[in-house]
C-alpha cells in the first residue's frame, strides 16, 4: 500500500425529498448564490421550482447561469466568474450532473483569481482560493458531487482538460435518488459507464497488497452490475437508482483509491475522442476500456484473471490465467453490449480519420497512464484497437 | 436503502514515517498543546521522543496528560478538563490507541461546558462547543481515530457509556503502520475482534436493498481475515499491518453503515462485561457475538447464508439456507478460536456470578439492538449461552 492523504470534508445528504435541504444548506453559506444549472430537465421536473423554493424560505438572493452542456465549456464558465464579480456572489449551487458541477467548480476557482482560470487546467498552477459550491446531483455518472476534480472543455481549441485540486470538494451534495427516475435511458447508461471506469482506472494498479481497496472496488462494480439490469428493467425502481447514485459517489470519491497508484490512461485517451466528436463522455469510455484492456493486460495478468473471477464470477482454473483473463475482458465488453453501452468507435459512426491526431494530442504532455505507461503509438493502437 | 447525512472530515495521514507530521499539522490548529497518552509503550518505542521534536520543531508549548489505561476512566477525563482550563489549552492530542482517543474526546467536549461531562454520557445533552483533538494512532480497533463516539467508564458505578456526537470526529489521524509492529499478540488480536466486530454491528441489518454496503462490508471481513493470518506469523510485515489499520479506520468511519440501520446490541452486551471485569473490549466481543449470532440468526436466515457464502467461502445450498446460516456462524466461531481469541466466558475465566445483573443494567434504558430488540431475557439468555 502506497502512503496516502485522505480528507473529504463534503456533507452528504442522501435520500428522498433531500433537495428540500437545498435552502438550509446553503443558508449556513451565503444569503446570495449563484445557481447555476443545465438545460430544460431541470425545470420540466419540477426540481428547479422545489430549490427556487428551498432558497427563498431561507431569504437568499437568486442569481441564475443555466445553460451548462455535456462537455462543458469554458466560454460559460468565464460567464458565471463575471456574474459573481458584478454581483458579489460568493457561493455557487450546482444543480445538475457532473458537467454542471464541474463548471461550477470552474468558476469557483476563477473568481478570486486575477489571471485566466484555464490556467489552472492546463498547467500546474493552483487557485488561490475557492468560492465554496454546493451541489443538487441529477444524473449519477461524474461523481463530482465529491471528488476533488472538474474537466473544462475550450471548444475553439478542441481542448478538454482536467483540474484537480482538493480545495475544490463541494462543501454539501444532496443526492435524491428519485431525481433520477426520469434520466433517459442512454443518459442512465453513460452515467453507470462513466461510474463503472472510475472504478477501473483505480482497479488497475501496480500498487502491490491492496487486497482491502481491491474488494471495495469489486464490490462496487458487483452491485453497479446487478443494479444496471433493474434500473433498465424498472425505471421507477427506487433502491436500485438508489444503489447507483452511493456507488457513483463513493467510487470516485477518491478513498476506493487510497493507497493505489490510479491509472486514468483510459480516461486521457477517452478525452480526445468527445473533444472532437462530442460523444457523452460514458459511451466513450465503454469504447475505450475494453480496447485498452486487450492492450495491456498482459502487464499483469493475474489481477486480470482475478478481476474476471471476482467480479464476473469466472470459474477458478490455475495454471489458465491468460485465458481467464480474457474472459473477463470479454465479460465486461459484452456487460456493456447487453446494455446498450457502445464497444466500438463504429457503433458511434467515428471513423478512423482523426485517429493520429488524438494520440498525438493526448500524449502531448508526455505518456498517459499509470498501469502501464502509454505513449503516442500505444494509444494510437488501442485507438485502432477500438475500432470495431 | 435509508435516507442519511454523511460528513467526515477528518484528515486522514496515513503510512511510513507519517507519525513526523504530527507537529505540522497541530500547528494548523494552535501553538499550546495538551499531549494525551497511556503507558510506558509510545516511550519505549520511541514514538513519545519523534511527536515531541516534531511539535518542538513547531514552537507548540506542550502540556501532558498520560495514564489512560483501557476502558478510559472518567477521573482522568475530569483531570484533564482541568488542565486545558488552568491553562488555556485549546488543542488535545491524542497519542495511542482507542481509549486515549475517546478519552481525549470526552475532554474535548467538557472544556467549554460548565457541567459535569459525564451528562453527555448518560442523557441526550449534546456539548456546546469541542476542543479540536489530533491523533497519532498507535492500535488499530476502536476506530475512534475518523469516528463520531466516545466511549468512557465511570469506575465507582461500574458504568462504561458511550456519548456519540458528529461534532466529536478528530480534525486529523496520523497512521503509521509501523507503530503497531510492536503490540503484543494479545492487543493486535483484541484490536481485530473490534474492527471485525464494528462490521458486524453493520452488517446484520434489517434495511433493505443495501447491496452495496453489504459488499463492502464484507470485503473489510474477508481482507481483515486473510491479512490477521499474515500478521500472526509475520507481526513485521508492514503489508498486513497496513491493510489492518486502513481496515480499522474504514469500517467505523462511519460510511460502510450509511443507508442501513446499524445493530450495537452486541455491543451494549459487551460493555456490561467488561466494565465488572475489566477485560479487553476485543475480549469481550469474541464471546458474545457467536452467542448473539445463534440467538438471533432466524430473524434473518437469508442474510446469516449470505454471511457463509460471502465472508467465509461456505458452497451454496439453496434450499438449505439454515444449515448454511449456522455454518457462518460456526466458522467465525472457529476463526476466533484459531487466531487465539476466546469464544466464552468460561475461556476467560468468567463465571455466571453477575449474568443477570449485566443484563440487567444492560436494559435498564430499554432493549438494546435493532437487528432484534433484546429484552433483559434476550440478553441473559446471550450471556448464558456465552458461557461455554
Chains 1, 2 share one sequence.
Not at 431561507?58 to 466568474?81: A, H, Q, T
Request: hydrophobic share 40%; proline share 4%; with cysteine.
Amino acid at each position: 500500500m502506497e502512503n496516502f492523504v485522505f480528507q473529504s470534508p463534503t456533507r452528504i445528504i442522501f435520500g428522498k425529498g433531500s433537495e428540500e435541504e437545498a435552502g438550509k444548506e446553503t443558508k449556513k453559506f451565503t444569503n446570495k448564490v449563484l445557481l447555476h444549472y443545465g438545460g430544460q430537465s431541470i425545470k420540466k421536473f419540477g426540481l428547479y421550482d422545489k430549490v427556487i423554493k428551498s432558497l427563498k424560505n431561507e431569504n437568499i438572493e437568486i442569481f441564475e447561469l443555466g445553460g451548462v452542456k455535456p462537455n462543458p465549456r469554458l466560454d460559460l464558465v468565464y460567464e458565471g466568474i463575471k456574474i459573481c464579480r458584478q454581483k458579489n456572489i460568493n457561493f455557487i449551487l450546482a444543480v445538475g450532473g457532473g458537467s454542471v458541477i464541474d463548471s461550477a467548480k470552474a468558476i469557483a476557482a476563477g473568481v478570486k483569481y486575477d489571471g485566466d482560470v484555464w490556467d489552472f487546467y492546463i498547467s500546474d498552477k493552483k487557485a488561490p482560493q475557492f468560492l465554496p459550491v454546493g451541489v443538487v446531483l441529477t444524473i449519477p455518472a461524474a461523481g463530482s458531487e465529491t471528488s476533488n476534480g472538474s474537466v473544462i472543455t475550450k471548444e475553439d481549441e478542441k481542448l478538454k482538460k482536467a483540474y484537480v485540486d482538493e480545495n475544490m470538494r463541494p462543501v454539501f451534495a444532496i443526492l435524491n435518488p428519485e431525481l433520477t427516475f426520469t434520466l433517459p435511458k442512454e443518459q442512465t447508461l453513460y452515467g453507470i459507464s462513466d461510474i463503472l471506469a472510475h472504478g477501473l482506472e483505480r482497479y488497475f494498479t501496480n500498487s502491490k497488497n491492496v487486497d482491502f481497496s481491491d474488494r471495495l472496488i469489486e464490490g462496487a462494480f458487483k452491485s453497479l452490475i446487478k443494479n444496471t439490469y433493474i434500473v433498465l428493467e424498472k425505471p421507477l425502481d427506487y433502491a436500485a437508482r438508489a444503489e447507483i447514485m452511493w456507488i457513483g459517489l463513493l467510487i470516485h470519491n477518491g478513498i476506493l483509491g487510497m493507497g493505489r497508484i490510479e491509472d486514468w490512461g483510459s480516461h486521457m485517451i477517452e478525452h480526445e475522442i468527445s473533444a472532437i466528436y462530442d460523444i457523452a463522455h460514458g459511451a466513450g469510455l465503454s469504447i475505450v476500456f475494453p480496447a485498452w484492456m486487450k492492450y495491456v493486460y498482459k502487464h499483469d495478468i493475474n489481477r486480470f484473471a482475478q478481476f474476471a473471477v471476482r467480479v464476473f464470477g469466472a470459474e477458478t482454473y490455475f495454471g489458465e490465467e491468460e485465458r481467464m483473463a480474457l474472459e473477463g475482458i470479454s465479460k465486461l465488453r459484452n456487460f456493456y453490449k447487453e446494455v446498450g453501452l457502445p464497444v466500438s468507435l463504429k457503433d458511434v459512426n467515428i471513423p478512423d480519420t482523426y485517429l493520429e491526431e488524438m494520440a498525438k494530442k493526448c500524449t502531448a504532455d508526455g505518456p498517459v497512464g499509470k498501469f502501464v505507461e502509454l505513449e503516442e503509438k500505444d494509444v494510437l493502437s488501442i485507438l485502432k484497437l477500438a475500432l470495431k
